[in-house]
């Protein structure tokens, strides 16, 4: 089955700084990667996502990045913003059947 | 609102009870699923459900553990004499179906606590 790494477990930048988190997956059959926001005792909230046929997307300031090769894909915030704090996890799904997760990136954004 | 809903939210109870969880997913979503997350960790993938069919078990869903769509709406989580390890988040997403990924929408989920 699919098993989803990501790193780092912990970041910290400062405010206006950019925050990179990278996932690599092992089934090379996953050809939907979404990425999740979860705030202290909150619902994971889809914040972008990125199919297979595509190598980039972007939304405002966050943009994800996939290298199917590789099989990895990560996640780029930019001019980071306090609010941004939080876990963050990266996921992977093949033909919209069960998704495995990251153990998530605790982001902390320093003002 | 018309998101995902899981009902309780907070269950405490004593070891061996047995607890049920209720999800109801967004109304026009086929695609329902249970997954437990601890403190740390990312979601676990337990279960999923096409309408009322259940379509993939983890092998982390011991024969303890049951889940139930019977009109593919709703759908409830029964966990049978409750043991330590059990305490965790329960949560519940649902999805539209068919065979291109499509974004799960989580509900608050429910926090159980094994006494």
């Known amino acids: 089955g699919e098993n989803v790494e990501q790193h780092p477990s912990t970041l910290s930048v400062q405010e206006g700084d950019s925050a990179v988190i990278k996932c690599t997956y092992s089934d090379s059959a996953s050809n939907y990667f979404p990425w999740y926001k979860q705030e202290l005792g909150k619902r994971p909230q889809l914040i972008i996502d990125i199919r297979s046929n595509v190598g980039e997307k972007k939304d405002q300031r966050i943009a994800v990045t996939l290298n199917k090769t590789a099989k990895h894909f990560s996640l780029h915030i930019t001019e980071t913003q306090p609010e941004d704090s939080a876990v963050y996890f990266c996921a992977a799904s093949p033909n919209n059947n069960d998704m495995r997760f990251g153990a998530g990136t605790r982001l902390t954004v320093k003002p | 609102d018309t998101g995902v809903s899981q009902d309780p939210r907070h269950k405490i109870t004593k070891r061996g009870q047995n607890v049920t969880f209720r999800c109801d997913p967004i109304?026009?979503?086929?695609?329902l699923y249970w997954y437990r997350q601890t403190l740390g960790q990312g979601p676990e993938f337990l279960t999923y459900f096409q309408n009322e069919a259940q379509l993939e078990k983890s092998r982390l869903l011991s024969d303890r553990f049951s889940a139930e769509r019977p009109k593919g709406s709703f759908s409830t989580l029964e966990i049978q004499r409750t043991e330590q390890g059990d305490s965790a988040m329960y949560l519940c997403a649902s999805s539209l179906g068919g065979t291109r990924g499509q974004p799960q929408h989580f509900g608050d989920g429910t926090r159980l606590s094994i006494l």
């Open positions: 109304s026009e979503h086929n695609r």
